[in-house]
Each structure stands twice: as structure tokens, then as C-alpha cells.
């Protein structure tokens, strides 16, 4: 009888990156899928002060969620980074200047 578990061991462990390769995938997508969703379509958010529904407000290059009363605004991570950029950029080019 020839045993061919070597064989089988080595077929399995392949098997065995397939799959892990293919959850990596999977989950990449599943990322984009998400960060695709956040960006085309703006979550539904309320003032934690006032309970008014924040409307989507164009803030030079920023996109971000405000209350209309003024209470605060939403700015997701990335938006929150083109302000900071902002920031900087202008405190160079006013440093600069002089
Ligand atoms: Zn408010």
C-alpha cells in the first residue's frame, strides 16, 4: 500500500493559501465596497445638541455635516486631513509672504 499523505498534506496547505488569499481579497473589496458607500452616499446625522438633522455643507475644498444652528459639524477622517493640509498650507504661504 503507498501512502500518499505527503502528497495530500502538500495539496492541502495549498488549498489552504488559496483560501486565505481569497478572504484577503474578499475583505479588501468588502473595504472599498464600504468606503465607496460612505463617500457616495453621506450617512444621516443629528446634533447631539439640538436633534436637527445635519445638512451637507461645502467648506472650501472640505465637504462636511452641520447643524444649521450652528452647534457643531460632522468631518469624516479624510476631509478632516484636506483641512489640516489647508491649514498648514496657509500658514506656510502667510509665513512665507512676509
Ligand atoms: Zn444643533
Redesign the pocket.
Known amino acids: 500500500m503507498q501512502h500518499s499523505s505527503g502528497e495530500k498534506d502538500r495539496l492541502g496547505d495549498k488549498l489552504h493559501d488559496v483560501e486565505a488569499a481569497r478572504e484577503d481579497q474578499w475583505a479588501r473589496q468588502h473595504d472599498a465596497e464600504l468606503l465607496k458607500q460612505i463617500r457616495e452616499r453621506p450617512v444621516k446625522l443629528n446634533?447631539p445638541?439640538?436633534?436637527?438633522q445635519l445638512a451637507a455643507r461645502k467648506s472650501g475644498p472640505v465637504v462636511l455635516q452641520s447643524?444649521?444652528?450652528?452647534?457643531?459639524a460632522w468631518v469624516t477622517v479624510d476631509q478632516l486631513n484636506v483641512v489640516v493640509k489647508n491649514v498648514a498650507a496657509n500658514n506656510h504661504s502667510t509665513r512665507s509672504r512676509r
Open positions: 446634533c445638541k439640538c436633534g436637527m447643524c444649521s444652528k450652528e452647534h457643531g
